[in-house]
């Protein structure tokens, strides 16, 4: 009897040391993860999409917040949130006319409001607002149809949950006040109804981590969780850190990759991983009635170049209007970058950058045996320099026109004469044949 005690005990305690050794096992991602990784660095182009019951009151996203609304008064608006003008159809149209590939939507915001159809909180869309539909679930659908990827951005942070206990001191990572095995398992729930009633979800856009940096998010479980789901999803986390374990691609906000203007880049050494950033086209995240400071068709073109350049893709964010509309100057402006897309997106589509640094003239690409050199900014000078280029290039040409460009390459790297060229205003894409 006592034999078989110490033989059971042994056991235990060898299969607890194998758990562990599974638990920290390193996240391995599947071939199908990583071609849709490959496929997500070809994209190169997305949009951002907040919207929520805070476009009601055309001050962004964190109005809640910053104006002091209670959270009981602040829920009010989902009684009046009635976007009657959505239309799925007219959202990716939009998308794909502007040359974008991927949409990444809000599906629950740091007010907390989900915008899908969950059964894990009446606090959503179908059960808390007249419209009674959800969005989430048609734009899903029509974005399978035309062929344009989806991603759900989930924040962690919540300002009105009581498990969640917003303001609550972390202590032994985990808030001292509400329920944190509850959150996280809400969290858990409301990402399996995500990633299981929606078709076609290629990623999860994480957001909130840095409201606690010391809290224990249980990303092991989180992420294995959606893997599991599907092991092909992206997974990414804006915590402004260097990609942890169990991560898919790198995000930087406002800001391209190595940059960091705004202070949330500071931590966020650049990884192995693929690249997104992502950015405003005015300076709200959502719909911000008062703010006009409009990025021209000319800034985001550059962004998405800039990105490109540095290996990275870019996200474009508009904030949709309560009613379900986009407004014009978004779609007037994304009209022209979308037709400038779609003259010079073989130099961006697909292809790979940061083997050339960035240069003061500009950026460049490449795909295959060829070089995109993009002079956003040519400068008062008749030639730019590539430097380190290792192969030999045999041709130069125009992308607009084809038009041959004279260029000499030294061991230190290539002359490019621009004399006399016809200049785009946005970009002008000079592409060199190498072998
Ligand atoms: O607080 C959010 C903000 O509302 C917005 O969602 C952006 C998007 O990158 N992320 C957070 C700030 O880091």
Request: glycine letters at 8%; one cysteine or more; hydrophobic letters at 40%.
């Amino acid at each position: 009897m006592r034999r078989k005690l110490i033989i059971a005990c042994l056991m235990l305690i060898t299969t607890a040391g194998l758990h562990n050794a599974v638990a920290q096992e390193a996240y391995v991602p599947t071939t199908s993860n990583m071609a849709a990784r490959r496929n997500f660095q070809d994209m190169k182009f997305g949009l951002f999409i907040h919207w929520g019951i805070y476009s009601i009151l055309g001050d962004g996203e964190w109005v809640m917040h910053n104006e002091k609304i209670p959270y009981d008064s602040y829920k009010r608006l989902a009684g009046f949130f009635n976007p009657q003008e959505f239309n799925a159809k007219e959202w990716v149209a939009f998308a794909k006319k502007a040359g974008m590939k991927y949409i990444t939507i809000t599906s629950r915001h740091h007010d907390g409001f989900s915008m899908f159809g969950t059964k894990l909180s009446p606090y959503n869309i179908v059960d808390a607002t007249p419209y009674h539909k959800d969005p989430l679930m048609e734009l899903a659908k029509e974005c399978e149809k035309e062929g344009i990827e989806l991603h759900f951005y989930y924040s962690l942070l919540d300002w009105g949950r009581s498990d969640y206990a917003f303001g609550s001191q972390i202590v032994n990572g985990k808030p001292v006040k509400g329920d944190w095995d509850s959150y996280i398992k809400f969290m858990k729930d409301q990402l399996t109804e995500l990633i299981t009633k929606y078709p076609g979800v290629k990623g999860i856009w994480f957001d909130g981590n840095w409201e606690r940096t010391a809290a224990n998010w249980h990303y092991d479980e989180i992420y294995g969780l959606i893997h599991k789901l599907n092991p092909a999803i992206l997974v990414g986390n804006n915590h402004h850190l260097a990609p942890k374990d169990g991560e898919d691609f790198q995000m930087f906000e406002k800001d391209l990759p190595g940059n960091n203007t705004t202070g949330f880049s500071g931590e966020s050494k650049i990884g192995t991983l693929p690249l997104e950033t992502c950015e405003t086209i005015n300076d709200s995240w959502g719909f911000n009635i008062r703010d006009r400071s409009f990025k021209s068709s000319k800034q985001i073109i550059h962004y998405l170049v800039n990105a490109a350049g540095r290996n990275a893709n870019f996200l474009l964010n508009i904030g949709p209007m309560p009613n379900g509309k986009i407004q014009s100057e978004f779609t007037d402006t994304l009209a022209i970058v979308g037709a400038w897309v779609q003259k010079n997106g073989e130099a961006v589509y697909g292809t790979r950058g940061g083997s050339v640094p960035p240069q003061a003239w500009g950026v460049v690409t490449v795909k295959n045996k060829t070089m995109y050199a993009h002079i956003t900014d040519p400068q008062a000078v008749s030639y730019i320099f590539i430097p380190q280029v290792k192969q030999t290039v045999t041709k130069a040409a125009l992308l607009s026109n084809g038009a041959a460009v004279k260029f000499k390459q030294q061991p230190e790297g290539v002359f490019i004469y621009t004399a006399g060229l016809a200049m785009d205003a946005n970009d002008t894409v000079i592409k060199l044949t190498v072998n």
